[in-house]
């Protein structure tokens, strides 16, 4: 396996309320989880670095080694956060009304086990084959889904950031939690909107397809979403699941 991740704060934003990290628990095993704060001045910023951290660190303390262990930790642990964001939320008015999104990855060699909540999203690119396997808990995909507006219309759409899915905001916190096979030469890429709503799906894949290491396709992504415009912060991760590869 091979990790590596880029943040950036854009083109347009004052400040960088993405939060991106790499963890490893008792027995070698890793979680990578990327988060999106939501709420500008009221503290995404301070949203998406306590989930982020707060996970990462309890994650350090774990022992588990199996993808159905995995599971049943992360459910514990992103409902307790949810309700740490909202009384951090409640106990500072400069806070209130933070949340964040989060995708996360626990992977193992075999498999790996996603849990989203919000836009931020994880793909998987396999025999050249490229696909997201999160779902969008956002107000346009809710109508892409009800057939009222075509994906196309989606991604122009004035409401497109509008999320009805967060950390913080509900202590109805529905995430989603899946479990996927691994094989060798998948590519995993988890990514914020920053970069999804700058580059097209086809262009990601061709970077991940291209012989850049690890490290460079997330920097090459990077300068891509940037030079669209980098309307938002933008931050990507990429896990490779490769006999060989230098990063």
């Known amino acids: 396996m091979k990790v590596a991740y880029r943040t950036s704060i854009g083109k347009q934003r004052n400040d960088n309320e993405d939060y991106v990290d790499v963890y490893t628990n008792l027995a070698g095993q890793h979680l990578a989880i990327i988060a999106d704060g939501i709420g500008g001045h009221q503290g995404g910023d301070v949203a998406s670095a306590m989930a982020v951290s707060h ?8 022992d588990l080694t199996t993808p159905a262990a995995a599971r049943t930790w992360i459910t514990g642990e992103i409902t307790a956060e949810n309700q740490s964001i909202i009384d951090k939320s409640n106990q500072f008015a400069d806070l209130n009304g933070m949340g964040t999104t989060l995708v996360a990855a626990l992977y193992f060699t075999e498999e790996v086990v996603i849990a989203s909540i919000g836009d931020s999203r994880a793909y998987l690119l ?30 122009h759409h004035p409401q497109k950031n509008v999320i009805i899915r967060s950390l913080g905001i509900s202590t109805d916190a529905r995430f989603d939690l899946k479990t996927y096979p691994l094989v060798t030469g998948d ?29 460079e396709k997330c920097d090459r992504l990077i300068e891509m979403a940037n030079a669209a415009g980098g309307l938002d912060n933008i931050t990507v991760l990429i896990i490779a699941n490769l006999d060989r590869e230098v990063s």
């Open 126 to 155: 396999r025999d050249r084959q490229f696909r997201q396997l999160t779902e969008d808990h956002s107000l346009v995909n809710e109508l892409v889904k009800r057939g009222e507006i075509t994906k196309q219309a989606a991604q």
């Open 187 to 215: 590519q995993l890429l988890l990514c914020t909107d920053g970069l999804t709503n700058m580059v097209s799906d086809k262009e990601i894949q061709e970077v991940l397809l291209s012989k850049r290491t690890t490290a």
């Open 55 to 62: 996970l990462g660190h309890e994650f350090e303390q774990t």
